[in-house]
């Protein structure tokens, strides 16, 4: 059973997918299950970065009524591995310590796992990392390690407090997607609200999630349950 905050998050989050399908060439769905697990992975692990792989099921394709829904004006058949198939489980590849990935300021270098992703290119078709207080906008390591990627990669952006020594950074250009509910979007440049409260101590202030493909565009995620049915508000 998922959390309400995150049922809620996902049908926004779905509603923005929807709305700006034109802006992207392919769609990929990830179960809500899947991504509460990557969350209290994440939560579990700050301030610390994690690495996850993920492959298609292949037994469970895009249902046809996503596909036609989600489908934007430059849809693409056949860009990455695992198209037209809803994400398989997850699992935690690997955990990094956030002084060494953040200790270069202006480039909050995640080039952590770049050679673990370039090792394992072939052990995971899907990648996801977290970006412990930045904004899930791909670095240009990402976009290095992308190179080996097969489908789709992922990054998720998680601001927390404590901040320790590195305060979110989100001088950056880019599309931003919040994964976050309503409220906690309104009230955010307020009082600091918080989603909640992890397991380190941390206050969970706001979530981001994207995905984009090795050729630099981004890929339209859509929130589902397992048979790959969409999220939506009633
Ligand atoms: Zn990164």
Redesign the pocket.
Known sequence: MVDEWLVRSAQKYNRQSLENKDSYPAIILMPVSSLEIILNWTFESLPDEILIGMDPNPEIKNPREVEDLYRGEDYQNDLFAGQGYVLGEPHLVNRGDAFSVHHVPEEWN?GLFVEERGVRGSRFTTWL?T?PNAPAL??I??ADAAQWTEGCDM?LGVRFSPEGIFPWFDDIEGARRKLSPEEVDEKITGSKPYIGTAITGHRIHDLELISFHKRGFGINIVLTDEKGNVFLEK
Do not use: E, L, V, Y
Request: hydrophobic share 25%.
């Open positions: 995640d990392h970006h791909p670095s390591a990402d990054i």
